[in-house]
């Protein structure tokens, strides 16, 4: 045989060899992936109906371009909030709107979720408590990016040390008697909850009388 003829011959058998390998690998990755899905699905479900035992009236998953942040929601709280200052889940110890989208590009998905006919404020307590569980879950079932916002200021104390505090850094944070369920309010950290929840196809609207029943949402960033 012709030296030319087994050097065509070896180049041949690499490219079957090389083509092989490369669309064995490409049907590797991609089984691969429908797997990976596959169990965040699972997962996802999981924490959807543990969030509706604990009490949500219902939950949607959300595309990450569905949260509205806009700079004006943190104006709100830094103007016109009495919380402001006085507990380390809200402005300024919570991240700015800026950060925020930052935080936010990190995600795919998110878990957007309503209670209803909730009476007083203190009931948020529970709802948070419960947050920091389903983010626990999904962090234990292979979401370890879930991450919660809770719905207003953070009511897990009665008194927050926030509140004494003279002349405070944002490492003051660390006085925080809660700090592993303690997550930031969705308003502290600019995200319009209004609009937000609307995107999403919830009916939401200002409530007039304090004595009227509201509801409320929570998030949690999942990937
Ligand atoms: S958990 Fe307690 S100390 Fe921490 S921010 Fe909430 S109220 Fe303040």
């Known amino acids: 045989m012709s030296r030319d003829k087994k050097v065509s011959i070896i180049t041949i058998k690499v490219i079957i060899i090389y083509s092989v390998y490369f669309n064995a690998h490409k ?19 999981k924490i959807k109906n543990m969030a509706i035992e604990k009490g949500a009236n219902s939950v949607k998953i959300i595309p990450i371009s569905d949260i509205s942040v806009n700079d004006w929601v943190r104006q709100k709280c830094e103007f016109g909030c009495r919380q402001y200052g006085k ?8 991240q700015p709107p800026d950060e925020t989208r ?3 590009k990190e995600y795919s998905k998110a878990m957007l979720i309503e209670f209803t006919d909730l009476k007083e404020r203190g009931e ?44 405070s850094s944002l490492f003051d944070k660390k006085k925080c008697v809660n700090r592993r369920i303690a997550r930031p309010s969705m308003e502290g950290a600019g ?3 209004f609009k937000t929840a609307r995107n999403a196809g919830y009916q939401i609207d200002v ?14 960033l999942l990937e």
């Open 102 to 104: 930052k935080r936010l």
């Open 27 to 45: 049907v590797y990755k991609y089984i691969f992936k429908l797997i990976i899905d596959d169990s965040m699905e699972d997962s996802i479900e």
């Open 191 to 193: 995200i319009d909850v």
């Open 207 to 220: 409530v007039k009388d304090e004595n009227m029943c509201f509801k409320s949402f929570c998030l949690l």
């Open 124 to 167: 948020w307590r529970e709802i948070q408590k419960n947050m920091a569980s389903l983010e626990r879950e999904a962090f234990l079932s292979g979401l370890y990016r879930a991450f919660a916002y809770y719905a207003g200021t953070c009511r897990l104390c009665d008194v927050c040390p926030a509140e004494s505090l003279e002349n």
């Open 87 to 94: 507990r380390f889940a809200c402005p300024p110890y919570v």
